[in-house]
């Protein structure tokens, strides 16, 4: 979806939680981040080109966040503490494809989807992004297994599926669609990849290993 939300008692830069003007000092400097990624991606990321255009003093920003990594990582921070909480539909299919629909979304988004890209590419050669990366995607996993334990006792699915790889697997090949072809991302892709998640779970695919045998 290990959480992603900020420590209060942590001194690295990027990870107090503020409030009053701090706060919206944090908003208007991750909102330029983002912006900047998305239209230019990370190797045009500049704290100080990101303090001008957040209208905020340099030295703050340096301050703050330290390096272009620990902004990011506060970024994508503030990404999951925003992301929209599970839907629940009474169905394993319901749910997932609700999932599957709100990841579309997310990425067809003109500077969402190209804030996604920036970030994940960076996130290759940068450790601290690819941490933060990690942090952010199990936040949202973790947000959403509980459809799939529900599912379990309901009957849906057997007893030892796995509710984390099923709620990776639902959005995997719409991030494969992202990265690896110029395709539009649809709303019939999410829904594919719900269908085909569901019926793979409700097969025993995900089942741990030693529940399967």
Not at 37 to 63: P, S
Not at 105 to 111: C, F, I, Q, S, Y
Request: charged content about 25%.
């Amino acid at each position: 979806m290990d959480g992603v939300g900020a420590d209060p008692t942590s001194s690295e830069p990027g990870t107090v939680r503020p409030g009053g003007r701090t706060a919206r000092v944090r908003a208007a400097v991750l909102r330029a981040a983002g912006d900047t990624l998305a239209e230019q991606g990370f190797a045009h990321l500049d704290l100080g080109e990101i303090a001008r255009r957040a209208d905020v003093g340099k030295t703050t920003v340096y301050r703050r966040w330290g390096t272009v990594t620990g902004l990011v990582a506060d970024l994508l921070t503030d990404m999951a503490e925003q992301s929209l909480p599970r839907a629940e539909t009474g169905s394993l299919l319901g749910d997932l494809t609700a999932n599957a629909r709100l990841v579309q979304r997310t990425l067809a988004d003109p500077r969402q989807g190209a804030l996604f890209k920036a970030v994940i590419a960076a996130a290759t050669c940068e450790a601290r992004t690819a941490e933060a990366l990690h942090r952010f995607y199990e936040v949202r996993v973790t947000e959403w297994a509980p459809c799939v334990q529900q599912a379990v006792d309901r009957g849906e699915v057997p007893e030892g599926t796995d509710p984390h790889e099923v709620i990776r697997a639902v959005s995997a090949p719409l991030y494969y669609r992202l990265l690896t072809t110029d395709r539009p991302l649809d709303e019939a892709a999410a829904v594919r990849a719900a269908e085909a998640v569901e019926a793979a779970a409700r097969a025993g695919v995900y089942v741990r290993g030693d529940r399967a045998l």
